[in-house]
Structure formats: structure tokens, C-alpha cells
């Protein structure tokens, strides 16, 4: 069972930034891909940005040239960076974790963190 531990979330002004971090319990190596999705109040949960194993990324039109996903593969985290923060932003961010094992595919989640923005 991997396990995630999601950690930066706070209260920000309009503008300024945040750095999440996702912990992660065995090495990333082994799972597919990697995620930050979030959900805001009265919305379904949204993906946000991905990277998989080799290092292909995808991001949510709404955060491109904002936010950048990253990987640390020695300690098993992955990060997002947030810049230029909107209200709209506000959510609870979850980190995702995906495996295909061998073709079933099985999704892993953190607890979630919750990113405030003030305009």
C-alpha cells in the first residue's frame, strides 16, 4: 500500500506563492505517474499537473505558466510549484499517486492540503 503525505498548504494573498510537497513511501521509481490534482467547495476534483516516469508533463490550462510539477526521485517526493496564487485557486490540493500493475490501473491519494488565496 503506498502512502502519501501532502505538505505546504496555507494562506496566501493574491499574487504570492506556495510550494506543496508529496511525500511518498516506497520509491517513485515504481509507480507510473505522479499528480496534484484539487477539489474546491460545490466542484468535482480537478487535475492540476502530472508527471510520469520519464518526465512528461501536463497541466490544467489554468495553471500553465504558473505552476510547475517536479520530482526529487533520491527522496521519493514530488512538488508543485505555485506562482502568481489566484482566488480561484483556493481548493484542497491532493497528491496522486498512479500504478499499472500489470494492466489494472490503481490510484493513490494523500490526505490533501488546504491552499487559501485572498484577493
Known amino acids: 500500500q503506498v502512502q502519501l503525505m501532502e505538505s505546504g498548504g496555507g494562506l496566501v494573498q493574491a499574487g504570492g506563492s506556495l510550494r506543496l510537497s508529496c511525500a511518498v513511501s516506497?520509491?517513485?521509481?515504481?509507480?507510473?505517474?505522479m499528480g496534484w490534482y484539487r477539489q474546491a467547495p460545490g466542484k468535482q476534483r480537478e487535475l492540476v499537473a502530472s508527471v510520469t516516469t520519464g518526465g512528461s508533463t501536463t497541466y490544467a490550462d489554468s495553471v500553465k505558466g504558473r505552476f510547475t510539477i517536479s520530482r526529487d526521485n533520491a527522496k521519493n517526493t514530488v512538488y508543485l510549484q505555485m506562482r502568481s496564487l489566484k482566488p480561484e485557486d483556493t481548493a484542497v490540493y491532493y497528491c496522486?499517486?498512479?500504478?499499472?500493475?500489470?494492466?489494472?490501473?490503481?490510484?493513490?491519494w494523500g490526505q490533501g492540503t488546504q491552499v487559501t488565496v485572498s484577493s
Open positions: 496522486n499517486a498512479v500504478a499499472v500493475v500489470p494492466i489494472t490501473r490503481i490510484d493513490y
Open positions: 516506497e520509491s517513485i521509481f515504481s509507480l507510473n505517474a
